[in-house]
Each structure stands twice: as structure tokens, then as C-alpha cells.
T-cell receptor, first 111, second 114 residues
């Protein structure tokens, strides 16, 4: 059974600091997705990582994928309060038809 | 604007009752999905459909049923056999066989037991 694990589960940080969220998965896949969810809301797509070594950046967020290590990271640079949300990684499986989601990382950026 | 519409936003179920959650998309996507999210947890796949008149069970299909009679619509029925239905239900869609595209999500339906 595929397992997708994120850590940390909770992250409280101050504005201006840097931090990294980790996503480990237990089976071979070269498709990984990052989503953001605000409280009580739906999921918003952030990044699609399609191959080993892929790196994508948008504003203060940067995501990378290492398929050999089965690891993706979401790096936050100089955090701001507006980044407070829950972040999920998801791995494509089932012959390319299914997503398995991680447990999520709840990020709180203190003013 | 293209998107995914879920209704209702809030739904209450009485014991022994079946309820149906609606999901409609006008993105011309082939594949549609239903997920369940419990508080503080990730999403778990209930059912998915790659094409009209065909669907597959996900990881937690027991107590749920779906149909896919039209490309645009993928309703989910929560049956009385689902003993713990209280959760946030999210519908998603994607272009089939296009893994370079993410799944797009609706705004969700929050289901509670009366």
C-alpha cells in the first residue's frame, strides 16, 4: 500500500523566516503535486513536478522532486502571514489515474 | 468561467437516510473523482471515473455509490450503510491521461448527521 508522509504536521514560524516541508512516499512515481488549502476551503494547485530533479518556483515557494530518494520538498523563503494554510503533497499512482495524498502540513506564520 | 460546481454546500443526513451530493463540471474533463476529508487529515479517494458509464472504487468505497451517465456529472450517494458520514466531501476532475495537469477541485460539501 502506498504511503505518503509529510513532516512536519504542524509548523509555526515567524514572518521573514525560511523553512522546508518534506514529503516522502513509498512507491515509484515520477509525478508529484503540491496543493494549498485554506481553512474550510477547497484545494488550490500550486505545483506539478513531472520528473526527477524537477524544480518549480512561484513567489516565496519552491518545490523540488527527487524520485530516487522518493522525496519532494516545499521550501518557504521569507515567510509572510498570507502563506498560512495547510499544504498537501500528492503522488500519482494506479497507472496514472489516482492521487494519494499526504497527511498535510498546517503552516501558521506569525505576524 | 469553467469550473466544478458542488452542491449543496452543507447537507444534513438523518439516520437511515441516503443522501446525494452533486458534482458538475464544464471543463470538458474526462476523469472525475470523489474524496473524503476528515478534520485535520488528508484526502482519501472514494470513487473515480475515467469515462462515461465506467467508474472504479477508491480506497474507501464502502457505504458510497456513484454514477456517471454524463461527462459533466458525477453524483455521489452516501448510503445508510456509511455509519460515519460526517466529513468534507470534495469532487475533482482532470483531463484523462494528462498527468502534467493537476486535478481541479470543487468547493466541497460539508455533510453532518442530524
Amino acid at each position: 500500500e502506498l504511503k505518503v508522509e509529510q513532516n512536519p504536521l504542524f509548523l509555526s514560524m515567524q514572518e521573514g523566516k525560511n523553512y522546508t516541508i518534506y514529503c516522502n512516499y513509498s512507491t515509484t512515481s515520477d509525478r508529484l503535486y503540491w496543493y494549498r488549502q485554506d481553512p474550510g476551503k477547497s484545494l488550490e494547485s500550486l505545483f506539478v513536478l513531472l520528473s526527477n530533479g524537477a524544480v518549480k518556483q512561484e513567489g516565496r515557494l519552491m518545490a523540488s522532486l527527487d524520485t530516487k530518494a522518493r522525496l519532494s520538498t516545499l521550501h518557504i523563503t521569507a515567510a509572510v502571514h498570507d502563506l498560512s494554510a495547510t499544504y498537501f503533497c500528492a503522488v500519482l499512482t494506479g497507472g496514472g489515474n489516482k492521487l494519494t495524498f499526504g497527511t498535510g502540513t498546517q503552516l501558521k506564520v506569525e505576524l | 468561467d469553467g469550473g466544478i460546481t458542488q452542491s449543496p454546500k452543507y447537507l444534513f443526513r438523518k439516520e437511515g437516510q441516503n443522501v446525494t451530493l452533486s458534482c458538475e463540471q464544464n471543463l470538458n474533463h474526462d476523469a472525475m473523482y470523489w474524496y473524503r476529508q476528515d478534520p485535520g487529515q488528508g484526502l482519501r479517494l472514494i470513487y473515480y471515473s475515467q469515462i462515461v458509464n465506467d467508474f472504479q472504487k477508491g480506497d474507501i468505497a464502502e457505504g458510497y455509490s456513484v454514477s456517471r451517465e454524463k461527462k459533466e456529472s458525477f453524483p455521489l450517494t452516501v448510503t445508510s450503510a456509511q455509519k460515519n458520514p460526517t466529513a468534507f466531501y470534495l469532487c475533482a476532475s482532470r483531463i484523462r491521461d494528462r498527468s502534467n495537469q493537476p486535478q481541479h477541485f470543487g468547493d466541497g460539501t460539508r455533510l453532518s448527521i442530524l
